[in-house]
């Protein structure tokens, strides 16, 4: 049982990203509420997006709404997808998914299944 994160790297300013999260072992990964966070260095956590496996419906955080979109993969039941645009130097950070293998985003931000994480760097 495995989450693991990819895609992330360095971009330039106003640049984009798509960052993949995988999800293997028994479970198909939409059929859960999966969340991406993000750590800065020297910052806490924090919570970017969720997306409800229950009615399809997503949340963002003020820092990235309208800029960052989540998705579950059409193509891949295991897979949900973070596709960053519009890049800014403060979106560099370590990105991760997690869930708690439940349907709704309500309390995301306690999630506790985690992935290891991919690095984004936004640089000129």
């Known amino acids: 049982l495995q989450l693991a994160e990819s895609g992330g790297g360095a971009v330039q300013p106003g640049g984009s990203l798509r960052l993949s999260c995988v999800g293997s072992?028994?479970?198909?990964?939409?059929?859960?509420?999966v969340a991406w966070f993000r750590q800065a260095p020297g910052k806490g956590r924090e919570g970017l997006s969720c997306?409800?496996?229950?009615?399809?419906?997503?949340?963002y955080a003020e820092s990235v709404k309208g800029r960052f979109t989540i998705s579950y993969d059409n193509a891949d039941k295991n897979t949900v997808l973070l596709q960053m645009n519009s890049l800014k130097p403060e979106d560099t950070a370590v990105y991760y998914c997690?869930?708690?293998?439940?349907?709704?985003?309500?309390?995301?931000?306690?999630?506790?299944?985690w992935g290891q994480g991919t690095n984004v760097t936004v640089s000129s």
């Open positions: 997306i409800s496996s229950a009615d399809g419906s997503t949340h």
């Open positions: 997690a869930t708690d293998f439940g349907r709704s985003c309500d309390h995301y931000s306690e999630f506790e299944f």
């Open positions: 072992g028994f479970f198909t990964l939409d059929d859960y509420a």
